[in-house]
C-alpha cells in the first residue's frame, strides 16, 4: 500500500465532500478513500518503542507525581503494574487486529458490533482524546511547579504564586505543540532523545540516591519503612481499603498504555509492531518506576515529615533530603525534567493524533480543519493547535483554583481507563468473535484477560473518585466522579446535537 501525497498548496482535507469521512480497513490499516494514509511513515519498530518509553517515562511521572495521600510502598508498583499487563495484552490485541491513528476509538466502534459501535466509538474516543489532553496538563503542572521550586531554593525570601506556575507553564505546553506541529519529521529523533535521557537520568539519579545519604550522614530509611511498614495518612480506618487506594500514583505513572497505538499509521508493518513497542513501554516502565521507587525511598529517612511540608514540589524537597545540597536537588530536578518535557512532546502526539482522527471522521466541531494533514508540515497541525488552545485553558484554571485543576488531572486514569473499557468489555462479550485475529492474538487465554482487565478498570474506577482523606473539604474533596460525569454528559450532549444524525464513522472491512 503506498502513500499519497497531500495536494500541494493547502491542507490534505479527510475528504473531498462535505460528508463525515469514511474508512475502510485493508491488510489491517485504516485508509481514507481518495488519499490513503495522510500521515507520512516516519516511524519504525525501534522509535515506536522509543516514543512508547519515552511517552509512558514511568519513573520520572512517579517522582513528579508523589501526594502525600497515598500508601508509598514500591511493592505497588509492581501490583499495579501487573493488573496494567492484562490491560496492555488486551489493547495490544486490539492494536494487532485494527492499527489505527484513532486507537480505542476505532476499536470500541467495531467491537460494539454495527448496532452500539457509534456510540461507544465516539465516547471512547473523545474520553480518551480528554484523557491525554489532560496528561498533557499535568506534565507541565508538574515540571512548572519543579522549575520553580528550583528557583526558590536559592531565594529563599522568595514567594511562589500560582501566576508564576501558570507562565512556565505557558511557555512549556506552547513549545511541546509547535514542536509537534512543525517538526514533524523530528519526532523520531525527539523520542530517541527522550528514550536515551530517561535510561541514563534513571542509572544517575539511582546512583545518587544510593551514594548520597552515607556521605551526607543522614543515612537510610529502614528496610521495615520501605517494604512492610506504610503511612496510611489518609485517615480512613479500613485498610484494606487504603491498600487499593494506594495503587493510584502507581496507576498514574503506568497507565498511558495506549500512547503509542496513536502512531498506528506512521509505523510500517504495524500490526506487527504495535504489540512489540506495547511490551517494551511495560517492561521499561515497570522496571524503571520500580527501582526508582526503592531508590528514592531508601534515601529519604522521613517521607511524612517531608510530605507535611506542603512544598509545590514535594520530590524537590526528598531531593534535597537526600543530596544534603542546592545544587544536588536541582540537578536532579533537571533528571526528571528532561525527560518529562520529551515525555508531554509524547502526549501532545498522542492528544493530536486522537483529535484529528475524531476531526476526520466528522465527529469534531470545524471537522474538515481538524481531520486535515498540513501539506508543508506533514501533520495533523489544526489539530494539534486545537490540543494547545486547550491546554492554555487547562493552564488558566489552575491560576483561579488549584482543586479545581486537580480534579481535571486527576481524572487522567478514570477516563483513560474508561476507554479502554468501551473496546475491551464489548470484545469480550461478543465472544470474541468480531474481530479478524492479528498477528498478535491471545487465543483460549484471551477472554480470561479480558476479564481480568475490564474488572480492575472498574475497581479502580470506583475507588479513584473516593476523596483523597478524611475528614474533606471542599478545597480537598477529590472531584474526579464530577469532572468525568461531567464531561460524559457534555460528550453525550454533542452526540445528540451533531453525532446521532451527522456522525457516520469509518466504514471498516474487517476480512481485508
Known sequence: MSNTDAEKGGDAKSSSSGHPPLGDLAEGELVLPGHGPTLARNFNLISACTTGITTGNSWAVLGGGIVRARIKLPSYNALVSLFYCFIAASVAELASSIPSSGGVYHWALVTAGPRYGKVCGWFAGWLNGLAWAFAVASNCAMTSNMIVFAYSIYHPDYEPERWHVFLCYLAMSWLCCFTVMFAQRLLPLISRIGSFLI?????????????????????????????????????????????????????????????????????????????????????????????????????????????????????????????????????????????????????????????????????????????????????????????????????????????????????????????????????????????????????????????????????SCVIYCFPYSLPTTAASMNYTSVITCGLAALVGLWWAAHGHNHYRGPQVDLQG
Open 199 to 459: 535510561v541514563a537520568d534513571f542509572f544517575v539519579t539511582i546512583v545518587v540516591c544510593a551514594i548520597m545519604p552515607s556521605q551526607t550522614g543522614i543515612g537510610y530509611a529502614a528496610n521495615e519503612v520501605v517494604w512492610r511498614n506504610w503511612d496510611n495518612l489518609t485517615g480512613y480506618s479500613s485498610d484494606g481499603f487504603v491498600f487499593l487506594a494506594g495503587m493510584l500514583n502507581g496507576a498514574y505513572a503506568v497507565g498511558a498504555i495506549d500512547c503509542v497505538t496513536h502512531i498506528a499509521e506512521e509505523i510500517s508493518d504495524s500490526r506487527r509492531n504495535l504489540p512489540k513497542a506495547l511490551a517494551c513501554q511495560v517492561i521499561m516502565g515497570f522496571v524503571t518506576g520500580f527501582c526508582y521507587l526503592i531508590a528514592i525511598f531508601y534515601a529519604a529517612d522521613n517521607l511524612p515529615e517531608i510530605m507535611e511540608l506542603g512544598s509545590i514540589s514535594p520530590i524537590g524537597n526528598m531531593y534535597l533530603r537526600a543530596t544534603g545540597s542546592k545544587a544536588g536537588a536541582v540537578g536532579m530536578l533537571i533528571l526528571i525534567i528532561l525527560p518529562i518535557f520529551c515525555a508531554t512532546i509524547g502526549c501532545y502526539v498522542t492528544s493530536g493524533r486522537t483529535i484529528y482522527a475524531l476531526g476526520r471522521d466528522g465527529a469534531t466541531p470545524f471537522a474538515s480543519k481538524i481531520g486535515s494533514v498540513s501539506a508543508r508540515w506533514q501533520s495533523p497541525l489544526y489539530a494539534t493547535l486545537a490540543c494547545g488552545i486547550f491546554m492554555t485553558c487547562i493552564g488558566a484554571v489552575y491560576v483561579g483554583s488549584l482543586t479545581a485543576f486537580n480534579a481535571f488531572i486527576g481524572s487522567f486514569v478514570v477516563l483513560s481507563t474508561l476507554s479502554y473499557l468501551l473496546a475491551i468489555l464489548p470484545h469480550l462479550l461478543s465472544g470474541r468473535r468480531i474481530l479478524k485475529p492479528g498477528p498478535f492474538w491471545m487465543g483460549r487465554f484471551g477472554s480470561s484477560v479480558n476479564t481480568v482487565a475490564c474488572l480492575y478498570i472498574v475497581v
